[in-house]
């Protein structure tokens, strides 16, 4: 099946710095989803983008399906961004998720 | 306009005992996925369903799972004899057309019921 890999694993940054964090997935997909995971364990949605770029606020993201890579991009961090960070894309119908990046923003 | 819904949030049970969990999709979505998240992991998918139809089971264990989502009221995953390796966070999420189909269609996760086996 298709494999979905986040890196890094965990990234620990004081609080107003800038963070890349990015999904490399194995094969072709139609939909791709970022998600953050807060310290309650809700899984808020982020962005929907199987392609191209997209912004929210602090938080923009891109996707190359081409090259078959995601990229999340937090601007500004705040302690409020901590949690995991997940990438999901779609196979056969229901979404394979990545192992997540733990984000830790310190004051 | 309300999200996804479950409950309940938490639940305890003994081993040997059932569980059912409920999901209540957002208004206007007819597709239901449920997702288990064990601790420090990610999440897996388990059963994907429509009104009446399991579409796809493939994520779920042979044995004790089972999930059905009735024309009427939410979609209930139901676990029978439930071992402590039953443990985790159960997911809900719901779409409001198949994955398949083109256009914006993403999947909506509701907060979550935390199953904890003693």
């Known amino acids: 099946g298709i494999q979905v890999e986040q890196s890094p694993p965990d990234l620990i940054l004081q609080e107003g710095a800038n963070s890349t964090l990015r999904c490399n997935f194995s094969d072709s997909v139609n939909n791709l989803q970022w998600f953050h995971q807060n310290p309650w364990g809700q899984l808020i949605n982020l962005f929907y983008?199987?392609?191209g770029t997209k912004q929210n606020g602090r938080l923009s993201a891109t996707t190359v399906a081409t090259e078959r890579y995601s990229l999340l991009y937090i601007s500004s961090s705040q302690t409020t961004d901590s949690g995991v960070y997940f990438c999901?894309?779609?196979?056969?119908?229901?979404?394979?998720f990545g192992q997540g990046t733990r984000l830790t923003i310190n004051p | 306009n309300a999200g996804v819904m479950q409950n309940p949030r938490h639940l305890v049970r003994r081993r040997g005992q059932e569980a059912r969990l409920r999901c209540s999709p957002m208004?206007?979505?007819?597709?239901v996925y449920w997702y288990r998240q064990l601790p420090e992991e990610g999440l897996k998918f388990m059963v994907y369903?429509?009104?009446?139809?399991?579409?796809?089971e493939s994520g779920m264990p042979k044995e004790r799972f089972s999930a059905e989502f009735p024309k009427e009221g939410p979609s209930i995953l139901r676990i029978q004899q439930v071992v402590r390796g039953d443990s985790a966070a159960y997911f809900c999420?719901?779409?409001?057309?198949?994955?398949?189909?083109?256009?914006?269609?993403?999947?909506?996760f509701g907060p979550g019921t935390r199953l904890t086996v003693t």
């Open positions: 999901a894309v779609v196979r056969a119908q229901k979404l394979v």
């Open positions: 208004k206007g979505h007819s597709h």
């Open positions: 369903l429509q009104k009446e139809n399991i579409i796809d």
């Open positions: 983008i199987p392609s």
């Open positions: 999420a719901s779409s409001p057309r198949s994955q398949g189909t083109s256009g914006q269609n993403e999947q909506y």
